[in-house]
């Protein structure tokens, strides 16, 4: 762990201030024309009285879209206690009370997709389809979250005579979530419905640089009927942060964003007696072996390492070609140069902008890095201009090739549309450059081999492993399993380690002795559940 000291140098350094707070300057004089992101504390939305607010841009044109308030501590210090009072009583209703509005929220959310599909492309960026496909996989959480009363029943067993064990899940209580800018719906989603629906308050604080969809999704909770206080949405950066860390109501964190931020509040949460999950950077790597399936290899790889323009913790981002396989790699140059940059909202765009001008700053020096360092820049997205978008933050794919694992380029996840290539001789060799990186959320391998398949899941040091499928996201009857440097705290997101993380054990031994029993009339009604 870190010790005090060095957590305060984290705390202090630029890169950790740019990773909790947006690279926009804050307003001190927000202008009136422009509309404002309410907070939603205690079940309404209220208009913040800071007097700090932080500019959301659309990435594809630079125009201010909203201004997102940095919550005072006295507006946080409600939300915190909102949920606090509120939990006395929700904790108290009935599984099926809490399922029912579960399958409430679910249908709201369907209805509503598009809505939250428009709020996601104007302030995150990605392709209205691509938005569609962020609010479905949200969904597949929430409907999941449904099956609540089969996933919190706990064991029993009869130990002895007349005496009986038996275990309960108990909700935990005020629990918070911090996402990221990335998946402005489906991370608020692996969050807030499971918590609710086990019996938890929730305190999520959603990006700054697109909280709409959050807002959208507060909304259709109140309209399913989830009452006051149970779920509260605050805005801000750092200072929120650390509200939330430090907070005594506050008992679990679940975090999804950068390496920096997300061991700096590991680090302060877990030293606040706080359960905490993080998950953090990625460098997923895709082998390629001779024998896979050529067409639908590229296919695969091009969509998983351009998609959402590369702003995906679970993006191919790092190819390894084994042998022969290396001569594919002009075919997938070409099929890279037919995706189309645009505006989210053009009906033609397969990829958008990336979040900021920093952002796009940030993943031009990689590249120049890996150029400078040796590799090969056979695709330069570099430059481009999109027609009625010329002030966007936009760069085409991009491939390096010859990348080694010592430049920069491989070392840091790019987060953009870029794709570096290694080689390798055999498939021995590929999985020990996996195993070497640091990070383990996800891999994948293209072959039509099942020998290696096998091999590869077996030998490989990854949490999510794919087999000719590039992008190994289980769906929420499994978990989010993502591994080593890309995971602080040991309980992953959503399904069964999902409940695990927002619940505590209890047991309990009871001892009923059968020569105590009384004869009782018996009754003939149907029971019910009331």
Same mark, same amino acid.
């Given at each position: 762990?870190?010790?005090?000291?060095?957590?305060?140098?984290?705390?202090? %350094? &630029?890169?950790?201030?740019?990773?909790?707070?947006?690279?926009?300057?804050?307003?001190?004089?927000?202008?009136?024309? =422009?509309?404002?992101?309410?907070?939603?504390?205690?079940?309404?939305? $209220? @208009?913040?009285?800071?007097?700090?607010? =932080?500019?959301?841009?659309?990435?594809?044109?630079?125009?201010?879209?909203?201004?997102?308030?940095? *919550?005072?501590?006295?507006?946080?210090?409600?939300?915190?206690?909102?949920?606090?009072?509120?939990?006395?009583?929700?904790?108290?209703?009935?599984?099926?009370?809490?399922?029912?509005?579960?399958?409430?929220?679910?249908?709201?959310?369907?209805?509503?997709?598009? +809505?939250?599909?428009?709020?996601?492309?104007?302030?995150?960026?990605?392709?209205?389809?691509?938005?569609? #496909?962020?609010?479905?996989?949200?969904?597949?959480?929430?409907?999941?979250?449904?099956?609540?009363?089969?996933?919190?029943?706990?064991?029993?067993?009869?130990?002895?005579?007349?005496?009986?064990?038996?275990?309960?899940?108990?909700?935990?209580?005020?629990?918070?979530? $911090?996402?990221?800018?990335?998946?402005?719906?489906?991370? &608020?989603?692996?969050?807030? &419905?499971?918590?609710?629906?086990?019996?938890?308050?929730?305190?999520?604080?959603?990006?700054?640089?697109?909280?709409?969809?959050?807002?959208?999704?507060?909304?259709?909770?109140?309209?399913? #009927?989830?009452?006051?206080?149970?779920?509260?949405?605050?805005?801000?950066?750092?200072?929120?942060?650390?509200?939330?860390?430090?907070?005594?109501?506050?008992?679990?964190? %679940?975090?999804?964003?950068?390496?920096?931020?997300?061991?700096?509040?590991?680090?302060? #949460?877990?030293?606040?007696?706080?359960?905490?999950?993080? /998950?953090?950077?990625?460098?997923?790597?895709?082998?390629?072996?001779?024998?896979?399936?050529? /067409?639908?290899?590229?296919?695969?790889?091009?969509?998983?390492?351009?998609? *959402?323009?590369?702003?995906?913790?679970?993006?191919?981002?790092?190819?390894?070609?084994?042998?022969?396989?290396?001569?594919?790699?002009?075919?997938?140059?070409?099929?890279?140069?037919?995706?189309?940059?645009?505006?989210?909202?053009?009906?033609?765009? @397969?990829?958008?902008?990336? $979040?900021?001008?920093?952002?796009?700053?940030?993943?031009?020096?990689? $590249?120049? %890095?890996?150029?400078?360092?040796?590799?090969?820049?056979?695709?330069?997205?570099?430059?481009?201009?999109?027609?009625?978008?010329?002030?966007? /933050?936009?760069?085409?794919?991009? =491939?390096?090739?010859?990348?080694?694992?010592?430049?920069?380029?491989?070392?840091?996840?790019?987060?953009?549309?870029?794709?570096?290539?290694?080689?390798?001789?055999?498939? @021995?060799?590929?999985?020990?450059?996996?195993?070497?990186?640091?990070? #383990?959320?996800?891999?994948?391998?293209?072959?039509?081999?099942?020998?290696?398949?096998?091999?590869? *899941?077996?030998?490989? @040091?990854?949490?999510?492993?794919?087999?000719?499928?590039?992008?190994?996201? &289980?769906?929420?009857?499994?978990?989010?399993?993502?591994?080593?440097?890309?995971? +602080?705290?040991?309980?992953?997101?959503?399904?069964?380690?999902?409940?695990?993380?927002?619940?505590?054990?209890?047991?309990?031994?009871?001892?009923?002795?059968?020569?105590?029993?009384? %004869?009782?009339?018996?009754?003939?009604?149907?029971?019910?559940?009331?």
């Amino acid at each position: 762990m870190l010790s005090y000291s060095a957590m305060r140098r984290v705390a202090a %350094s &630029p890169a950790f201030k740019r990773a909790l707070s947006t690279s926009r300057p804050a307003l001190y004089a927000a202008q009136a024309s =422009i509309p404002r992101t309410k907070l939603f504390i205690n079940g309404e939305f $209220i @208009d913040s009285k800071t007097n700090k607010w =932080i500019e959301l841009k659309n990435p594809a044109t630079n125009e201010v879209v909203t201004l997102v308030p940095e *919550a005072t501590p006295e507006e946080l210090k409600y939300a915190a206690d909102s949920a606090a009072e509120a939990f006395k009583t929700w904790k108290k209703t009935s599984i099926l009370h809490r399922q029912r509005k579960m399958l409430d929220l679910q249908l709201l959310i369907r209805d509503n997709m598009d +809505r939250i599909a428009h709020s996601i492309t104007l302030e995150q960026g990605k392709t209205l389809a691509d938005a569609r #496909g962020d609010v479905l996989r949200g969904l597949q959480v929430v409907e999941a979250a449904c099956a609540i009363p089969h996933m919190l029943m706990g064991d029993t067993l009869e130990v002895a005579t007349d005496m009986d064990t038996y275990t309960i899940r108990e909700p935990l209580g005020v629990v918070a979530g $911090i996402t990221p800018f990335n998946f402005p719906a489906m991370i &608020p989603l692996w969050m807030f &419905p499971l918590a609710n629906v086990i019996g938890n308050t929730c305190i999520i604080k959603p990006s700054e640089k697109d909280p709409g969809a959050t807002m959208i999704l507060a909304e259709l909770a109140q309209k399913a #009927g989830i009452p006051a206080g149970v779920l509260n949405i605050v805005h801000g950066a750092k200072d929120t942060v650390n509200f939330i860390c430090d907070n005594e109501h506050i008992k679990a964190i %679940s975090f999804v964003g950068s390496d920096q931020a997300g061991q700096y509040i590991h680090e302060r #949460g877990s030293r606040n007696g706080k359960r905490v999950q993080a /998950n953090l950077g990625a460098k997923n790597h895709g082998i390629i072996m001779p024998d896979a399936n050529k /067409n639908h290899t590229l296919n695969q790889l091009t969509g998983a390492a351009f998609g *959402a323009a590369g702003q995906r913790c679970m993006a191919l981002s790092t190819v390894v070609f084994v042998g022969q396989a290396k001569e594919w790699l002009p075919e997938l140059v070409e099929r890279a140069k037919q995706l189309k940059v645009s505006s989210g909202f053009e009906a033609d765009a @397969d990829l958008g902008p990336l $979040i900021s001008p920093e952002s796009l700053q940030r993943v031009e020096r990689l $590249i120049a %890095s890996g150029v400078k360092e040796g590799a090969e820049l056979v695709l330069d997205g570099r430059g481009i201009k999109v027609q009625k978008y010329e002030k966007g /933050n936009f760069i085409g794919p991009s =491939i390096l090739t010859n990348v080694k694992t010592n430049m920069e380029c491989y070392r840091e996840e790019i987060f953009g549309p870029v794709l570096v290539c290694l080689n390798a001789e055999t498939l @021995d060799e590929a999985i020990d450059i996996i195993n070497k990186n640091p990070y #383990g959320n996800g891999t994948a391998i293209f072959t039509q081999s099942g020998a290696t398949a096998r091999k590869f *899941a077996n030998e490989v @040091d990854a949490g999510q492993v794919g087999i000719n499928v590039p992008i190994p996201v &289980p769906l929420p009857m499994f978990s989010f399993t993502g591994s080593r440097g890309s995971i +602080r705290g040991d309980v992953n997101f959503y399904g069964k380690s999902g409940v695990s993380f927002y619940t505590s054990t209890k047991t309990v031994t009871a001892l009923w002795r059968h020569e105590d029993a009384d %004869s009782t009339r018996a009754t003939v009604n149907m029971p019910t559940m009331k």
